[in-house]
C-alpha cells in the first residue's frame, strides 16, 4: 500500500502517512505494529525499504537523518531528546522560504541503517505521554510525527574525479499516528484528561475545517493557523506532498458513530488534490555541508602535509592552516551528531563528537594529532553517507523486484 509513496520520497518527493480514528481501533498498531517482528507495522517496513532501496543504488550518496516529535496539549515535544523536560519545553514552529513549516530545534539524528531507525523509534515512544481513559488505558493522547528525511546526491567517483558530488535532492517521509478522534463524552474524561481532550479536538477539528476548505474549492482561506497539526501537515494536505491517509475503524456497533464520522473524514480527504514535486536542490540542505566539510579538510590536510614537507626541509617553523581549523570551524556545522556507523545506539547513545562541536577538543596539539583528528572526522562523515553498499547482492535485488511487481503502481489517491 505504500510502496509506491515511499519509492518517491527516495527518489526526492515528500510523503506523508497519517493513520486517523477513535482511540483503540489500531492507529498505533497500523503504524508500529507490534513488537513481535512478524506482525511489524508501516514505519519499521517503511525503514526496511528505504535502506534496503539505498544499499542497492548506483553512483548516489545519501544522507538519512531522522526527528521524533510529539504534539500534545498543543506543545511541540522532541521525543529524540534525553534530557527534555516533559513539562517546560515547547519548541516553536518556524515557516521558512524555500522550506515550509518546520520545527528547527529539533533533535536530528543520522541514521545508517534500519536498526537504528528502530532504536530511535523506541527511545521517542519510552519518552510519550500516555494516559488511560475508559477506551483504552494504554492509549497514547497525543499525536507524534517521526520523519526520515533523505539527502542524496549524485556521486562521481568512478570517473577519477574523488569525492565529487552533483546537485542535492531532498525527500522527507512523515509517520503520523494521531491521537483518538473519539469526542469527549464518550471517553468518560474529567479534570486534566477533559483538557487534554479538548485541545486533542482542536487540533483534529482543526484538521476536519483544513480538509473541507481544501476540499470546497470556493472557500479562500484555508485555516491551516489554527492548530499546530494542521500547520506542521500543511504541506500534505493540497501542498507538494504526496499523502496516505490511514482510517482505523472499530468493527462493534456501540462505535457506530464513531466509524461513520471518520469514513466521512476520510472521504472527503480522498478529494484534495496535491501537487507533488522533487525537492531539488534546497538551501538548508546537511548534505551540502558535510560535503563542503570534507572537500576543506582535505584541502588543508594537503597543505599542511607540503607545510610538513618545507618544514622539514628549512627547519623553519610555520602555522600549520590545521590550526587555524580548529578555531574557524568551531560553530560551522549545524548541530547535528553522528552516530558511530554500526554502533547500537540503543545500547548507550553514545554520540562521536565531531571537531566542531566537541567543547574538549583541546587547542594546543600536535600537528599529527591534528592531522589524525581531521582525518577520522572526514572517515566519520563518510561513513554516515550510504548507498550501493549491497548492490551485488542479488537475493536482495529479487526481493526487492518482487515487492515492485506486488505493489499497486501508484497510489489513487492525492498523488
Ligand atoms: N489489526 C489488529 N490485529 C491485532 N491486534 C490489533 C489490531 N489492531 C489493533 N490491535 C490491538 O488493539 C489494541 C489497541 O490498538 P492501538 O493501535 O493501540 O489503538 P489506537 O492507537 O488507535 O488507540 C492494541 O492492543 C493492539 O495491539
Ligand atoms: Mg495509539
Not at 489500531?26 to 526496511?48: A, E, R, V, Y
Not at 529524540?80 to 519548541?91: G, M
Not at 519518552?127 to 497525543?142: C, D, E, I, P, Q
Not at 581549523?325 to 554502533?343: A, F, H, P
Request: charged share 20%; glycine share 6%; aromatic share 6%.
Amino acid at each position: 500500500m505504500c510502496y509506491s509513496l515511499v519509492e518517491s520520497t527516495i527518489e526526492g518527493y515528500n510523503g506523508t502517512i497519517f493513520a486517523y480514528g477513535q482511540t483503540g481501533c489500531g492507529k498505533t498498531h497500523t503504524m508500529q505494529g507490534d513488537k513481535n517482528l512478524s506482525n511489524s507495522g508501516i514505519i519499521p517496513k517503511c525503514f526496511d525499504h528505504i535502506f534496503e532501496t539505498i544499499s542497492m543504488t548506483t553512483n548516489v550518496r545519501y544522507l538519512a537523518l531522522v526527528t521524533y516529535m510529539e504534539i500534545y496539549n498543543e506543545r511541540i515535544r522532541d521525543l529524540l531528546n534525553k534530557n527534555e523536560n516533559t513539562s517546560v519545553i515547547n519548541h516553536s514552529l518556524k515557516e521558512l522560504p524555500g522550506i515550509g513549516v518546520s520545527v528547527p530545534t529539533l533533535t536530528t539524528q543520522p541514521v545508517v541503517n534500519a536498526n537504528q531507525c528502530y532504536d530511535w523509534l523506541h527511545f521517542g515512544n519510552k519518552n510519550r505521554v500516555t494516559a488511560a481513559t475508559l477506551m483504552n488505558k494504554n492509549s497514547s493522547r497525543s499525536h507524534t510525527i517521526f520523519t526520515i528525511t533523505l539527502e542524496q546526491s549524485p556521486f562521481f567517483n568512478s570517473i577519477g574525479l574523488e569525492d565529487a558530488f552533483g546537485g542535492i535532492r531532498r525527500g522527507k517521509l512523515s509517520l503520523v499516528d494521531l491521537a483518538g478522534s473519539e469526542r469527549q463524552r464518550r471517553t468518560g474524561a474529567k479534570g486534566d484528561r477533559l483538557k487534554e481532550a479538548s485541545q486533542i479536538n482542536l487540533s483534529l477539528s482543526a484538521l476536519g475545517n483544513v480538509i473541507s476548505s481544501l476540499v470546497d474549492g470556493k472557500a479562500k482561506h484555508v485555516p491551516f493557523r489554527d492548530s499546530k497539526l494542521t500547520r506542521l501537515l500543511q504541506d500534505s494536505l493540497g501542498g507538494n506532498t504526496k499523502t496516505l491517509m490511514i482510517s482505523c475503524i472499530s468493527p462493534t456497533d456501540i462505535n457506530y458513530d464513531e466509524t461513520i464520522s471518520t469514513l466521512r473524514y476520510a472521504s472527503r480527504a480522498k478529494n484534495i488534490s496535491n501537487k507533488p514535486k522533487i525537492n531539488e536542490d534546497p538551501k538548508d540542505a546537511t548534505l551540502r555541508l558535510y560535503q563542503n566539510e570534507i572537500l576543506y579538510l582535505k584541502r588543508m590536510l594537503q597543505e599542511s602535509q607540503q607545510i610538513s614537507y618545507r618544514n622539514n626541509d628549512t627547519n623553519k617553523i610555520i602555522e600549520s592552516p590545521l590550526k587555524i581549523i580548529q578555531l574557524t570551524n568551531m560553530n560551522s556545522t549545524k548541530n547535528v551528531q553522528i552516530i558511530e556507523s554500526g554502533q547500537n545506539c540503543n545500547a548507550s547513545f553514545k554520540t562521536n563528537n565531531s571537531i566542531s562541536t566537541n567543547p574538549n577538543f583541546p587547542l594546543i596539539q600536535s600537528e599529527g594529532e591534528i592531522q589524525l583528528q581531521a582525518q577520522s572526522r572526514i572517515d566519520l562523515i563518510k561513513r554516515t553517507l550510504i548507498g550501493g553498499e549491497r548492490i551485488h547482492d542479488f537475493k536482495l535485488k529479487k526481493k526487492a523486484h518482487g515487492s515492485k511487481i506486488c505493489s499497486p503502481t501508484s497510489l489513487k489517491c492525492n498523488s
